[in-house]
């Protein structure tokens, strides 16, 4: 019987983008680079100066618009 892993070895070439995908994933428990790096492949202008919170907010702003696409 096959177990589910919870590596994430095999999704290395997998943007945080299409990891995140439509999933609810609570995107607060993310590191502050990679809140930048998701931010970056959402094309959010400023967050390189951006604190967690405003990362956070950004990012569930696009997230939220998309999913009403």
């Known amino acids: ?10 999704a290395k070439t997998e943007t ?3 990891k ?3 999933k609810d994933i609570e995107i607060s428990e993310f590191k502050v680079d990679e809140l ?7 094309d959010i202008s400023g967050s390189h ?3 967690k919170e405003e990362l956070v907010m950004a990012i569930n702003k696009v997230r939220h ?3 009403l696409q």
């Open 1 to 10: 019987m096959d177990k589910p892993t919870g590596s994430t070895n095999s």
């Open 16 to 18: 945080f983008r299409e």
């Open 20 to 22: 995140l995908g439509t």
């Open 36 to 42: 930048r790096k998701i931010a970056s492949e959402y």
């Open 49 to 51: 100066d951006m604190h």
């Open 65 to 67: 618009s998309e999913l």
